[in-house]
């Protein structure tokens, strides 16, 4: 005899837990994860509180929960949308698509992610710190590429190597930010995709060939 | 008969604040706005605890202090490196270098602004909000002058010009925090203009000059 049938109203377990982080993210995004009551996130997951204790066991367990899911999701999205065997360019804007289709997708996890999750101290910014980390690996990896491909007699320095996926990947979270805000009036993921990529990509291409902006007189 | 001579061991009012003001960055910098504890600041300033309440009142008063000396250090030192009649290049280029020689000379401040301040609610992300915003307009501003000595035919749509400030300054805090970061191996404050500097200004004049980038088959 096949269970699910002998009990037809018991959700599965993750569909459950799935229910309570997406009430989760959504209260954190909101109230911030202090002000945030386990009280709300349950009556919104349409869950008891002693079920959201059992399976996720307690407020800072479920924030770590919020923050793995919402930065898995992210950089999912961002490595799914590239692919490897395009062209450095191509490779970076449909790696900015993939980036700000998800936050817009998903403001709340953003918003938990950029806003909430850093500064309540560890465990938190830690897996924060980690998501970002990958992020910059993405954008180190695809700028290193681009150097080699344009014939850049003299590696670029890894610090500056490094300063660059920094400063692309700070350009693109405030940008995130920024086409979340505005309400009524955002941008669509591929507009602001497109205004990063014309600010970013002429600069990596020109350090790509070596060639620098150099202030007169200086 | 001159009041300062009779009481020579009375050290003026601001000075005295400025050193609570100093202690007051360091501790918050170091242990988070909840966590920062009177004691220390007191402390830390060589001031009684009382003392500390007379002048500034509460631990809330005495953040928001804080975040309005440092924010207001940090835009002066941005708009004095700035030659208003200088080249549009010459202005970013003279800005960065404000900008990261700020940050770089008090990492405490920057730590206050940057990861303390934004995410302990009202009244102290209003003021971190505006600072953010007068940035946004210095580089704003810029970006619209850029356009017009370009000599570009349309001007660039507010939305874009918009967007592109956010990624500017969205660069520049993510890089004043990786300089801030490597220990013993932190770039120069001109490495670092000069590493956003690259980034950022080929894409803007190119803007400026009507030249976009253009998906291959998009």
Redesign the interface.
């Known amino acids: 005899m096949d269970a699910t049938q002998t009990r037809p109203k018991r959700m599965p377990r993750e569909v459950r837990e799935r229910q309570m982080l997406d009430a989760a993210v959504a209260v954190f995004a909101r109230r911030?994860y202090r002000?945030a009551s386990m009280d709300e996130i349950a009556e919104l997951a349409g869950a008891s509180k002693p079920l959201v204790y059992l399976y996720l066991h307690s407020k800072e367990d479920l924030f770590s929960a919020c923050i793995r899911r919402e930065a898995e999701a992210l950089i999912s999205a961002v490595r799914g949308a590239v692919d490897r065997g395009a062209?450095a360019?191509?490779r970076l804007?449909d790696g900015l698509r993939g980036f700000f289709a998800h936050t817009a997708a998903h403001p709340d996890g953003w918003a938990v992610l950029h806003?909430?999750a850093?500064?309540?101290?560890e465990p938190f910014a830690l897996e924060v710190a980690a998501l970002r980390q990958q992020l910059v690996d993405v954008v180190t990896r695809l700028i290193t590429e681009t150097a080699e491909d344009g014939g850049c007699t003299a590696p670029l320095p890894e610090?500056?190597v490094?300063?660059?996926a920094?400063?692309?990947?700070?350009?693109?979270?405030?940008?995130a930010?920024?086409?979340n805000e505005r309400d009524g009036?955002a941008?669509s993921e591929r507009?602001?995709a497109?205004?990063?990529?014309?600010?970013?990509?002429?600069?990596?291409?020109?350090?790509a060939n070596g060639r620098?902006?150099a202030?007169?007189g200086?």
């Open positions: 911030g002000a062209p360019d191509r804007w806003c909430q850093r500064t309540h101290g610090t500056e490094s300063g660059l920094h400063a692309l990947v700070g350009a693109a979270e405030s940008l930010g920024w086409s009036a941008p507009e602001t497109a205004t990063l990529m014309n600010f970013a990509w002429s600069g990596l291409e020109n350090l620098r902006w202030p007169v200086a």
